[in-house]
């Protein structure tokens, strides 16, 4: 199982949640956005994790029996007091003692499904996440009043990412969700921008793991 | 118990009680348009309500009996008869705990987190502050170091040298005293709150971002508060009405009890506190630190020009942060809920926790979740 929602907060992209009956695993793709995951394991224990961002897909394993869930962030916000280079593409443990889990000194109970939202304000709140509405202004395609090596460094500073990087994962992604819709491979490539339906196919290849052939039958 | 501490029961007269339901009776309602309001403070369908059940539902006895479990005790502390609760541990294994309420509440507070830290070896003393429900008020100037003295002397009247003190709202003023004045007596500090006096100390013009949001919501706050200034300026007025009304004095502090909280308001802990505040006629007394300590602070301004002035850290007059270990656990629907960083400005934080519910009387709100964040600041301080 897995499901996703979207969010009215403004620093959540999505709240998802997985689990099921079987060992398995699955292609996480690409993402350019710093996320935090939460594991119930069977003995009941529970498990977080700092998800960094990835410019390439991986393979994550889930076992039987125990629940996940965690929220993608949107890619203008960031974390304050990490060291984002070494976290990249990285699924860091963190401490959770009695059911709180610690984030940058500060201790949080770990929340449910529902609880996530409560969970990113108080983050907010603490200064520890932070969005940076240059980067969000600018990933919306406006054009800050700031030279382009300015805007570079502010895109590595916030995200950990270069802003081209960013680009290319943000339109893998638009893909993505177009083949899964049904689109032919090579109008979706001439809709996102790729130059023709063999650079379309390298790109989700290295950021979604899977070709347009497979995306189009339901991976 | 030494020669200057007596035993102590809670009994109010049948003579009391009978007053009390007569004026409750005759009580004659304000004439408000609407009564379902909060726009213009406290709602009269709410006071309404509470003032209904103390006088048909809500059993004094029972609770006076209840409370009567507890053992009560006054002390001769500075020439005053300070009201305190003691909880023995059984066995005392662990640092003696002693709890400090705020305003309006009393000792009251912590009737229900006392037993969970005596459970777990720790020996609790719960002090009333001066002029609170059984304890004497000064004749002199009532501050904040006024109490803090006080406390130092009872916790060594009971023989404990070295203690831990968990707080909030007045009472994080009076531990931060504590450890300011006494710091090879206090242990640890655990507190739900970052001390008024120290916000102020703050300029927003001065310090991070965070930090400076947290300011403008405190002073926005402030703005709306106006019980704090009308305590703090025209404490004898407002003290007639609510002195010679219950109705007046339940809907004086029910309204913090409806504000300051995440849920329904429990109209019997509620009427509990309101009740000890009447039977004793302390509200008046209750109030005095609003307008005397803040005479203390701005005394503080002659003390030197060598403490004055802003520093680079956006502090003036600040010496830093304290020496002693201090532990955050913050309610969410308290007043406000600072960053860790401002509270670093004045305290060695060691534990910064954010509790997932309740709100300013989370003592009595959510016990077991404060007793267990306080209980595990203090095995890690051990370890």
């Known amino acids: 199982m897995y499901e996703q929602r979207s969010s009215e907060h403004p620093f959540v992209r999505l709240v998802w949640r997985a689990g099921g009956q079987t060992d398995g695993e699955f292609t996480d793709a690409a993402n350019e956005c710093w996320g935090l995951a939460f594991t119930r394991h069977r003995d009941g224990r529970v498990g977080a994790e700092l998800i960094g961002p990835t410019a390439s897909a991986r393979r994550l394993d889930w076992r039987a029996g125990e629940s996940y869930w965690g929220v993608d962030l949107e890619s203008h916000v960031f974390w304050r007091g990490l060291d984002k280079p070494a976290l990249l593409g990285v699924l860091q443990p963190l401490p959770v003692e009695s059911g709180y889990v610690t984030l940058v000194g500060t201790r949080y109970l770990v929340p449910d499904h529902d609880g996530v939202e409560a969970l990113v304000e108080a983050l907010r709140e603490q200064g520890v996440l932070v969005g940076d509405p240059l980067v969000a202004r600018a990933l919306e395609g406006e054009q800050p009043a700031l030279s382009e090596r300015a805007l570079q460094r502010r895109f590595r500073q916030t995200t950990g990412l270069a802003r081209k990087r960013i680009e290319q994962v943000r339109r893998a992604r638009e893909a993505y969700r177009m083949l899964q819709q049904g689109m032919a491979p090579a109008e979706v490539a001439a809709a996102t921008g790729y130059a023709d339906q063999a650079h379309l196919s390298r790109s989700l290849r290295v950021f979604a793991g899977q070709t347009p052939r497979q995306i189009l039958l339901g991976g | ?383």
């Open chain 2, 1 to 383: 118990m030494d020669e200057n501490t007596r035993t102590f029961r809670i009994h109010v007269s049948d003579a009391d009680l009978d007053d009390l339901r007569s004026r409750l009776a005759r009580t004659r309602w304000p004439d408000v348009v609407d009564p379902d309001d909060t726009s213009g403070g406290v709602p009269l369908t709410l006071v309404r309500r509470l003032v209904e059940h103390w006088r048909d539902g809500y059993d004094w006895r029972a609770h006076e009996t209840a409370l009567n479990e507890l053992d009560h005790r006054l002390a001769r502390v500075g020439g005053l008869d300070l009201h305190h609760v003691v909880v023995p541990a059984e066995p005392p294994s662990g640092v003696p705990v002693v709890l400090l309420h705020g305003w309006p509440d009393s000792f009251y507070r912590y009737s229900r987190l006392a037993p969970l830290l005596a459970a777990a070896g720790h020996p609790v003393v719960i002090p009333s502050m001066p002029g609170f429900p059984f304890s004497e008020q000064p004749t002199a100037p009532m501050t904040v170091a006024l109490v803090a003295d006080l406390v130092h002397e009872l916790l060594g009247s009971l023989g404990h040298e070295r203690y831990a003190v968990h707080g909030g709202d007045w009472g994080s003023s009076v531990a931060e005293q504590l450890a300011t004045a006494h710091p090879e007596a206090v242990r640890a500090l655990h507190l739900t709150d970052v001390p008024v006096a120290d916000l102020f100390t703050l300029d927003p013009a001065e310090v991070g971002e965070v930090e400076r949001e947290f300011l403008e919501r405190t002073n926005a706050w402030a703005e709306e508060a106006s019980y704090y200034r009308v305590q703090g300026n025209d404490p004898n007025t407002l003290a007639f009405g609510l002195a010679d009304s219950p109705v007046g004095l339940a809907a004086w502090l029910v309204d913090k009890y409806q504000a300051w909280t995440d849920r329904e308001v429990d109209l019997d802990q509620t009427l509990t506190q309101i009740s000890l505040y009447w039977h004793t006629n302390t509200i008046r007394s209750s109030m005095r630190l609003y307008a005397e300590s803040f005479a203390e602070w701005s005394g503080t301004e002659d003390a030197g020009d060598d403490a004055a002035g802003t520093g680079d850290d956006g502090t003036w007059g600040g010496a830093g942060p304290l020496a002693v270990p201090t532990a955050f656990a913050l309610f969410p629907a308290d007043i406000g809920r600072p960053p860790r960083e401002l509270a670093e400005r004045f305290f060695d934080v060691r534990r910064f926790t954010l509790l997932p519910r309740g709100g300013h009387f989370g003592a009595l709100e959510e016990p077991e979740l404060l007793a267990e964040d306080l209980l595990g600041f203090l095995r890690e301080l051990d370890a």
